[in-house]
């Protein structure tokens, strides 16, 4: 897995614009749509917190998406 750096990481949290393209909340990782289409498992791994697992649900969100 190409696991990119902390400052890309810690810059999709403050963006509000999703992966996708659509509007997103800050500090969420991506909007309501992707995130609602994650398997459960996924959705729960993504409240991990920077540097304590975020980074890998992250790639893995975004790769099961597209
Ligand atoms: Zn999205």
Redesign the pocket.
Known sequence: MNVKDAVFYAGVLASEE?????E?LKRNA??W??FNSLPTHMKNDLYQKLGYGFEAAYEAAVAWLN
């Open positions: 999703c992966q996708c393209g659509a997103k991506l909007c749509r992707c």
